[in-house]
């Protein structure tokens, strides 16, 4: 768990590419949850980060697994010396203090976590404590959020429509080439014509289908790589290492792949 005092705080780097700031803007107007979809690295953790610090809001962000359960969330009891308390978890806490909660790959938890947050995606707003048998209204400003990636997921582990539904959905997708270079120039200050290589490697990994890559290059990945560029790391070892071997271990698609970005590099 993370707990970011996001009030006050200088706002991350954001790049908008739509009207989701707008969207989240209204959905915590309106008290509704928000679903962020779309693949790994497009940005939703920055942008939850980004827009807690806009709307002035604490942030706590859990970062969902196979092994996270709602005892996880909610809280547990603990023996302190002679003594056995209870200690919040950090739904409880987010509910109690109205922040904003941020569960990152929600599909990835176990289901009895779904079943813990129903109750506070619908009109009753609320957190059952199932060993304290006590029901804890969410604060004004509370506001719960979570993230999914479909791609990922698909015949794994998905969210029932019935889970969809409670939530405003907002998809994520790559930039397109002038934003995401754009980016790159900010967060690591690597030249404009290196950004926009990268981006143009990025753009062909993308759409090599054949290969059956489970994931793709994502702009967190051109990230990595600009900044290693930028700290003096020869070009197409960079490339190598932030942007090739995070998506394979089998060694032709490796080779094949930097025989592309070689080319371009």
Request: charged share 25%; with cysteine.
């Amino acid at each position: 768990m993370d707990v970011a005092e996001a009030c006050g705080t200088t706002a991350p780097f954001y790049q908008p590419t739509g009207q989701e700031e707008a969207v989240f803007r209204h959905a915590f107007r309106n008290r509704i949850p928000v679903l962020l979809k779309g693949p790994t690295g497009t940005g939703k953790s920055r942008f939850v980060e980004y827009m807690a610090t806009q709307l002035r809001q604490p942030l706590i962000t859990v970062s969902c697994h196979e092994e996270t359960s709602s005892t996880d969330l909610i809280g547990r009891f603990i023996i302190k010396g002679a003594e056995t308390i209870w200690i919040d978890g950090p739904l409880t806490t987010a509910v109690k203090t109205g922040a904003i909660l941020y569960l990152d790959e929600v599909a990835e938890a176990r289901p009895d976590v779904i079943v813990a947050i129903h109750p506070l995606t619908d009109h009753r707003r609320e957190l059952f404590i199932d060993k304290l048998g006590t029901t804890v209204p969410a604060a004004e400003s509370f506001m719960l959020v979570a993230s999914f990636n479909p791609g990922y997921q698909r015949g794994y582990k998905e969210l029932k429509p019935s889970t969809r539904q409670r939530f405003a959905g907002i998809s994520f997708r790559y930039p397109d080439a002038s934003s995401e270079a754009a980016i790159l120039i900010q967060e690591s200050g690597v030249e404009e014509g290196v950004a926009t290589r990268l981006v143009k490697i990025a753009a062909r990994i993308r759409n090599l289908r054949e290969l059956g890559l489970a994931e793709t290059v994502s702009t967190r990945l051109l990230v990595d790589a600009a900044k290693l560029i930028h700290s003096g790391l020869p070009r197409r070892l960079a490339v190598r290492t932030a942007m090739i071997e995070p998506l394979t271990d089998d060694d032709e698609t490796i080779a094949a792949l930097c025989d592309l970005a070689d080319l371009m590099i």
